[in-house]
């Protein structure tokens, strides 16, 4: 059975940072393409950021320069660090794993993330 476990999210002020973690089990991690996505209240998901089983790295433009994902293969485990945080940055964060041939992508449940003062 595969599950993703996001955490890390909650509540912080303009300009502060969070720590988003997502913990897979079920697939073999280090083959996965793994990403962050969000929605915000009336809109549709978009990505946030994402990290090949090779290590290469995309983001949003709205989010370059102040978040970084990263992997650590050995804990099964992906993160996304979100400094210089905005109000339009409020949203719920998702994590996804995706591999090809044959396609497979699996959706965490999601962590909420404010920002508000």
């Known amino acids: 059975q595969v599950q993703l476990v996001e955490s890390g999210g909650g509540l912080v002020q303009p300009g502060g940072s969070l720590r988003l973690s997502c913990a897979a089990s079920?697939?073999?991690?280090?083959?996965?393409?793994m990403g962050w996505y969000r929605q915000a209240p009336g809109k549709q998901r978009e990505l946030v950021a994402v990290?090949?089983?090779?290590?290469?790295?995309n983001y949003a433009n709205s989010v370059k320069g102040r978040f970084t994902i990263s992997r650590d293969n050995a804990k099964n485990t992906v993160y996304l660090q979100m400094n210089s945080l905005k109000v339009e940055d409020t949203a719920v964060y998702y994590c996804?794993?995706?591999?090809?041939?044959?396609?497979?992508?699996?959706w965490g449940q999601g962590t909420q993330v404010t920002v508000s003062s």
């Open positions: 996804n794993a995706a591999v090809e041939h044959p396609l497979r992508e699996y």
């Open positions: 079920g697939i073999i991690f280090r083959l996965y393409r």
């Open positions: 990290i090949t089983s090779g290590d290469s790295t």
